[in-house]
């Protein structure tokens, strides 16, 4: 609905050029907007005082002139001027009755797919000394959000986890694999806890000038490729990779071993990096590291900021990698555009990242890269989510926990449900309350963990949506015999022209999300589908409507909103549940 208003606005654009009113030259911004109050219409346009100056004339004068040159069109029934020169289209019910019924035929919702790109999605990409925290959740949920909805509308999604498994606490963590493997420990049991394994390596590290010797001599061996250290590192790697597979799998985020791509991929390439800044002319020594100063970031002193790829000692650095990355994704996968999501507070480090790989022409101009950063998730206190003495929460206890609560409270709504269901159900429930508590926030901002509200089945939570979703499919199992698709659409109640334009704003929502990296407005949007559906369904009686007529309208309407929400979810990384 929207393209073809706009694309009218644009032939209207193009007369009143034609007729001289404004200059050939002259090229407005075109843009529609939903009305709040449907009383003002479907859709209004600033376009009249956009054009004011430049026609130099009143803009509500000018309004008029644009409705006159306004092509003829069956989708719009009227046009209206208001305030100051605001022009409000009202959409003919019969063209909305089309476009419900192009949606439901298409499985794109009757949206035009963008023109497709190659999409590089840095996602999750935890360290892998450690286990997977609460701080992992949102660059893989919110990524693999977005990875899908990119994914949903035809583009090519390379998915990069950019693990970092590399580094120098690695000798520590190799010198403590070996003394457990003299003492004859098995390895994987060893480091079925990352976390206290983690802690007792340090602790060694800490007391014996031995253990840390060895430590470092094992760091200079993995760096130099040394095979025995290799294959010991890769054994660590691979039992730390399995810890996040699954997360993954509990999660439902669409990550396997093949989309790893760590800091260690890019070891090779690093000295050809620093060789070839150097030949860009953009390397400084100070102080014996290797730096490049960028005008654009300034300290407070106003004095630029060095971005350091090479330290005294010779070695690499966390953007050093990057550059690799970046070069990489541009070369070799050949992307049109890298989204990273990772926290805001790296956001100093990405621009710098951008800025340099952009000037080294590692990254092309008509490339985008965007750093899609996140806040932190906190406690109720307000401070960034701890357990109660203080450590990081690992995620998987954070789910655990999260599937606990559901099955209690599912247990006690429902205490007939079997066994089996009840923890099918208990999984999706809890899953998907921390997802979407996650999801629905505005993705900048920090947030409040908090399982009650979350688990809540009022507000915009996933309980509440999950439920919408199967109270929608309950009204279509009850309606399984009726053959409704192929009937006519006639939208006459309010609650049903109501229902259908919201239908109508899927297209928009998504293409925003893929857009912008936010599946909060998705969120948003699937929440007010949802009570928009709840009132008309209050105002509508659907298998006891009192013709055929209207029955087979609320059924279809019922249909797309099924398929609309479920969809919605589906990007979103949330499953759904036919009962609860
Ligand atoms: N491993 C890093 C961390 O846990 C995040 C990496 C994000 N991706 C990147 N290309 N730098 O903080």
Redesign the pocket.
Known sequence: MKEQILALLEQTVTRLKEQQVIAADFTPRLQIDRTRDKSHGDFASNLAMMMAKAAGKPPRELAQMICDALPESSVIEKVEIAGPGFINFFVADNALAGQIKAALNDEHFGLKLPARETVVV?LS???LAKEMHVGHLRSSIIGDAVARTLEFLGHNVIRQN???DWGTQFGMLLAYMEEKRAENTEISMALSDLESFYRAAKGRFDESEDFANRARELVVALQSGDQQCLALWREFNDVSLAHCQEVYEKLNVKLTRDDVRGESAYNDDLAQVVADLEAANLLQEDQGAMCVFLDEFKNQQGDPLPVIVQKKGGGFL?ATS?LA?VRYRQNQLNADRIL?F??QR?GLHFQQVFTVARKAGFLNDNTKAEHLGFGTMNGEDGKPFKTRSGGTVKLIDLLNEAEQRAYDLVKQKNPDLSENELRHIANVVGISSVKYADLSKNRSSDYIFSFEQMLSFEGNTAPYLLYAVTRVANILVKAKDIDFIGSELQLEHDKEIELANALLKFSEVVLKVAERGTPHTLCTYLFELSGIFSSFYEACPVLAADNDAARDTRLQLSVLTERTLKAGLSLLGIETLERM
């Open positions: 840095d990409s935890p360290n950019h693990v970092g966390y990057d990355a990273y990772v926290d790296q």
